[in-house]
C-alpha cells in the first residue's frame, strides 16, 4: 500500500512516496535556500512562486523515481498546517487535483506531526514516548501515548530553537539558513563565553530563547564598542553550549518524570551535531531508547508527511474537497480528529 505525500509549508517543495506506513520508496525535495539566501530569511511570496514552478515537476520526479503511477496510490497525503498560507496553499490544492481526478482519498497532515514520524521510517515507535521537536518555528516537548494522539506538555513562550539560530547567524554575518553554519563554527570554538540558560519556574519544561538571543547581540556589541576582539567560532560554540544545555536537560528531566520508552529527535535543529552527541551521551546508560532521523529526514521534507499521512490514514482520517491551508493548525486538536476516528 503506497501514500504519496506533498509538502509545501515552507521554502522546500517536496514530493515523497512510502510503503506500508514506514518503508521509504522516494523522498524528492526542491530546495529554495538559494532564491532566499539574498533577503536573509523565507520571503513567503517568493516561496509560493517556487511552489508553484515546482510542484508538477517534482510529483513527476517521485513517480519516475519510484517507477509507480498514480494508479498504484492508496492515498494522498498533504501538509495542511501549520506554515506559510501561500505557500500551503499551492501543496493543498495540487493534492485536491490529483484526489479529484483520480478519486483518491485525501489526508491532511499536521506539519509537527510529519516532523516526529519521520523517526518511524527509521525505528518502530514504543508508547508512551516523548518527542522534542526542534524547528525553525517550533520549540515542543510533546508526549504521545499513541499513535496520532499528542500532548504538549512544554513549549517556547518566545522563539523557536531554529529561529534563534538563524538570528544569531544573522548577527555574526553568516547566510541563511545559520543553524548549519553556527554548528559548523561552533565545533572549531572554545565554550569561552557564560550565556544565560532560561530556566524558567521549578518543574516547567517551556522553553525561552529571547534572553539568550539577546545577551548574544549585547555582547559582540559591547565588545565593538570596547574595540575588543571576540572569535565568532568562540560566540557560536557559547551559543550553541547554552542552547543545548537547556534542550537536553529539559528533554531528560520529561522522559524520566513520564517514564518514557523512547526518545524522539524532530525538526531541523535535530541536525545539530552538537544536540546529536550530547543527547546520545545523556541517553545512553539509560532504559530509554534514543531516536535522532537521519539527516536528510531532520529538515522539511515530504517523506515524514506521507509516514505520519499513512497513520491518520489507518485511523480513518479523510479530509473533504473542501481541505484548506490551516496555517495556524494545533497539533493537540490535529491529533483529537484523527484518533477520534479510529474504529
Ligand atoms: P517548522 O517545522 O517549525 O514549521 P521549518 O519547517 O522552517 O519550521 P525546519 O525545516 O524543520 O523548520 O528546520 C529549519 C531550521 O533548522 C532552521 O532554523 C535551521 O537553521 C535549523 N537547522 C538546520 N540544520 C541545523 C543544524 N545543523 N544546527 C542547528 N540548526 C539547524
Ligand atoms: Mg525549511
Ligand atoms: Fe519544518
Request: aromatic share 6%; proline share 3%.
Amino acid at each position: 500500500q503506497y501514500i504519496l505525500a506533498i509538502e509545501t509549508s515552507c521554502d522546500e517543495t517536496a514530493v515523497a512516496i512510502v510503503k506500508n506506513e514506514r518503508e521509504l520508496i522516494t523522498n524528492v525535495v526542491a530546495s529554495q535556500i538559494e532564491s532566499h539566501k539574498r533577503f536573509g530569511g523565507v520571503v513567503p511570496e517568493i516561496a509560493s512562486r517556487h511552489h508553484i514552478e515546482q510542484i508538477t515537476v517534482t510529483l513527476e520526479e517521485a513517480l519516475q523515481q519510484s517507477q509507480l503511477t498514480i494508479d498504484d496510490i492508496e492515498a494522498i497525503a498533504v501538509t495542511e498546517g501549520p506554515g506559510l498560507v501561500g505557500a500551503l496553499l499551492v501543496g493543498v490544492n495540487a493534492a485536491k487535483a490529483i484526489a479529484f481526478a483520480k478519486q483518491k482519498p485525501l489526508v491532511g497532515v499536521h506539519h509537527i506531526a510529519g516532523h516526529i514520524y519521520a523517526n518511524r521510517l527509521e525505528e518502530e515507535f514504543e508508547f508512551p514516548l516523548l518527542s522534542l521537536v526542534v524547528s525553525g518555528g517550533h520549540t515542543e516537548l510533546i508526549l504521545m501515548k499513541e499513535h496520532g494522539s499528542f500532548e504538549v506538555i512544554g513549549e517556547t513562550r518566545d522563539d523557536a530553537a531554529g529561529e534563534a539560530y538563524d538570528k544569531v547567524a544573522r548577527t555574526l554575518n553568516l547566510p541563511y539558513p545559520g543553524g548549519p553554519q553556527i554548528d559548523q563554527l561552533a565545533s572549531e570554538g572554545e565554550v569561552s563565553i557564560d550565556f544565560p540558560r532560561a530556566w524558567l519556574e521549578d518543574g516547567s519544561y517551556d522553553f525561552s530563547f529571547s534572553g539568550l538571543k539577546s545577551s548574544v547581540i549585547n555582547k559582540l556589541h559591547n565588545a565593538k564598542q570596547k574595540n575588543e576582539e571576540i572569535l565568532p567560532v568562540d560566540v557560536a560554540a557559547s551559543f550553541q553550549a547554552s542552547v543545548i544545555d537547556v534542550l537536553s536537560t529539559k528533554a531528560y528531566q520529561a522522559a524520566k518524570a513520564y517514564g518514557v520508552k523512547q526518545v524522539i529527535v524532530a525538526g531541523g535543529v535535530a541536525a545539530n551535531r552538537g544536540l546529536r552527541k550530547v543527547l546520545h551521551e545523556k541517553f545512553e546508560n539509560e532504559d530509554i531508547q534514543l531516536l535522532i532521523p537521519p539527516l536528510h529526514l531532520c529538515t522539511d521534507n515530504a517523506a515524514m508527511i506521507a509516514s505520519a499521512g499513512a497513520v491518520a490514514y489507518r485511523q480513518g482520517h479523510r479530509a473533504g474537497y473542501d481541505l484548506n491551508a490551516n496555517p495556524g493548525l494545533d497539533l493537540e486538536q490535529y491529533g483529537m480528529r484523527n484518533t477520534m476516528k479510529e474504529t
